[in-house]
């Protein structure tokens, strides 16, 4: 499949996201998809494998944030895609508001996504996921 597919696969993905499109963001990964959000101390870090996990970190997300994001470019070249995005939202649990600028490197063959990893800033969604509560001593 040719670069050009591929970066619109991607953004077809993207736009799935953006619509909440749980049904159509599913039919364009693979089976065996592994997405890889790095980090501690936030909702969504972690490895998520297969569509059952994928459909797991989506679940976890509407529980967990409300998020909006905004891919900015798309940088290809054979089965890799680079986007280069930025996303603002909010942890439900402490009510806490982030600003996120991040890169996804995403590998798609036979026009399906195969793996994602995310390089988001692990820093400002521990912070925002962190309670100010402090406990009884």
Do not use: C, H
């Amino acid at each position: 499949m040719g670069t050009e597919k591929n970066v619109q696969t991607v953004k077809d993905f993207f736009a799935a996201i953006g619509r909440g499109d749980k049904k159509g963001l599913l039919a364009l990964v693979a089976e065996d998809i592994a997405w890889i959000i790095p980090g501690r101390d936030w909702p969504l870090a972690g490895t998520y494998r297969g569509r059952a996990g994928l459909a797991d970190l989506l679940d976890t997300a509407a529980r967990s944030i409300e998020t909006s994001t905004e891919p900015r470019e798309f940088i290809a070249q054979g089965d890799r895609v680079l986007v280069v995005g930025f996303a603002k939202g909010r942890i439900k649990a402490t009510s806490k508001t982030f600003e996120d600028d991040w890169i996804f490197a995403i590998t798609v063959r036979n026009g399906k996504l195969t793996s994602i990893r995310e390089y988001v800033d692990t820093q400002a969604l521990a912070q925002a996921a962190k309670s100010d509560s402090v406990g009884l001593q």
